[in-house]
């Protein structure tokens, strides 16, 4: 066989392959204009959305937090276990007990009427209600014949009354009116017969089983106690994983994380100590690059200075002005790149007056000849790094103030989040080119952030600060008519 015969084959199998994919959609849109499938179709669409629905509703409104969830999971199966042991006794155990019980008060009202129709020589009845009362319990009492009364109201919970009622209509047959809310303590009885009415009081718990209140107290009172251990347990477990999120979020946002440690489950600890091993290497890294920073900044400053010291002993050479606009420019684009590799990384977090420190802001923006406005809505108070934030919202406003000149500059604190919008009346940026302009060492050709002597570097350096505080900046339109920086950090 040639390849040519297998190009062929080939071909004929792709050819057939679309013929029934052809044939298999028209057979499908055939099938699907069917009145009958497509309301079957429409019908299982229906379902299947009241089904996400339902889910959804689900999912608001079960518990978001650990904690929650993991009470839900031991409550929700001991209730249910409680209410299945609670129904298998009542229906079993009670209509049982309840059932014999009135059945054996029955068999005695019985016995007490054979014996009123075998001995008729006891006229006043003194014997039967001796008998009655002496050995079975029971006070016996006989009405002239008349006409019962009528049925009164049925109890909620009308075990008894079905019970003694069936065993009455079962074993005596005749006539009969039961009683068994009026009096708490007794239940009465009341029998048509052939010339009188005979009135029987028994004793409630002598028909009835009783001790509901003693089950019930057992019941929910094991489950208190059980509920009271488990609710214990499951905090002091959880526990450590808080503190642990608390931490590595501390530690996100670069505050200092003070004596946590290791606790909890074996898991939990495994979890925290590789957390704090991560966090002692991203601190050695941290050093580490400090203090290289520091020996080249060190060794740079030293042949800058060396320069400088040059340049005053030719001060009277032409070439004096342009060699020290160099030297300076170097020395401020050497601090600029130090500032960025660093950034700030050695201070502290401390609480932080950003009411006040938008208003040096402020001030700061006017002293350069700028109209500047600063509004502050919530608590002032936020722990921030000072320097480092200081530094981030000078670079906004600073690349604010040198391409406008009206800046308004606007913070709102909640209980989640800071937030520090700046605005401007200036040019702009793009909209393609604002996430651009975060990059480092990038200087656009038309960008705000290209300035004489500039690095590139101001937004790259704001917002390194901002996501080591665990936030971030964006860009967008102000209102003012120019760009509108946004900080937006977690208090």
Not at 134 to 151: A, K, Q, S, T
Not at 161 to 180: A, K, M, Y
């Amino acid at each position: 066989m040639t390849s040519l015969d297998i190009g062929n084959g080939v071909r004929n199998a792709l050819t057939r392959l679309r013929e029934a994919k052809v044939r298999l959609r028209a057979a499908w849109q055939w099938y699907d204009s069917i009145p009958v499938v497509r309301r079957i179709h429409r019908a299982l669409g229906q379902v299947a959305e009241q089904w996400r629905r339902i889910s959804r509703w689900l999912k608001s409104m079960m518990p978001k937090g650990l904690y929650a969830r993991a009470l839900l999971i031991i409550i929700a199966p001991m209730v249910i276990l409680q209410s299945v042991i609670a129904f298998v006794f009542m229906e079993r155990h009670w209509n049982l007990v309840t059932q014999r019980l009135s059945a054996d008060v029955v068999h005695d009202i019985a016995a007490l009427i054979d014996v009123y129709r075998s001995y008729p020589q006891d006229p006043d009845r003194v014997l039967i209600r001796k008998i009655a009362q002496d050995r079975l319990g029971l006070v016996v009492d006989f009405l002239p014949l008349g006409e019962l009364p009528p049925p009164g109201p049925k109890p909620f919970f009308s075990l008894l009354d079905q019970t003694l009622s069936e065993e009455l209509r079962t074993q005596i047959g005749r006539p009969f009116w039961v009683d068994t809310v009026g009096k708490s303590a007794l239940v009465e009885v009341r029998i048509q017969l052939d010339n009188t009415v005979m009135r029987v009081f028994a004793r409630r718990s002598a028909a009835y089983a009783s001790n509901s209140e003693i089950f019930l107290i057992w019941m929910v009172g094991t489950s208190s106690v059980l509920l009271t251990v488990a609710i214990i347990f499951l905090r002091n477990q959880i526990k450590p994983i808080v503190r642990l999120a608390d931490a590595a979020e501390s530690f996100g946002k670069g505050r200092d994380v003070p004596n946590f440690r290791p606790r909890g489950a074996r898991e939990v600890r495994r979890a925290a100590q590789a957390f704090i091993e991560m966090k002692t290497r991203v601190e050695r890294a941290m050093e580490q690059r400090t203090a290289m920073l520091a020996g080249v900044s060190h060794d740079l400053r030293t042949v800058l200075t060396r320069f400088k010291l040059e340049l005053a002993l030719i001060k009277d050479s032409p070439e004096f002005e342009p060699m020290k606009k160099d030297v300076d420019e170097m020395a401020r684009m050497l601090e600029a790149y130090l500032a960025f590799a660093r950034g700030d990384l050695g201070e502290s977090a401390a609480p932080t007056d950003m009411a006040e420190f938008l208003e040096e802001m402020r001030l700061d923006a006017e002293r350069h000849g700028h109209k500047a406005t600063v509004v502050f809505r919530g608590p002032p108070v936020v722990t921030v790094r000072p320097a480092a934030f200081k530094r981030c919202l000078g670079n906004l406003v600073s690349n604010a103030s040198r391409f406008a000149k009206t800046i308004a500059i606007t913070g709102h604190r909640d209980h989640r989040w800071l937030s520090v919008t700046v605005d401007d009346d200036g040019p702009g940026i793009p909209p393609e080119l604002r996430e651009e302009v975060f990059k480092p060492f990038l200087r656009l050709d038309d960008a705000r952030n290209q300035d004489e002597g500039g690095t590139g570097l101001g937004l790259a350096i704001a917002r390194d600060i901002a996501r080591s505080h665990g936030g971030d900046i964006t860009l967008g339109d102000s209102p003012l008519g120019g760009l509108r920086a946004t900080v937006r950090i977690p208090v």
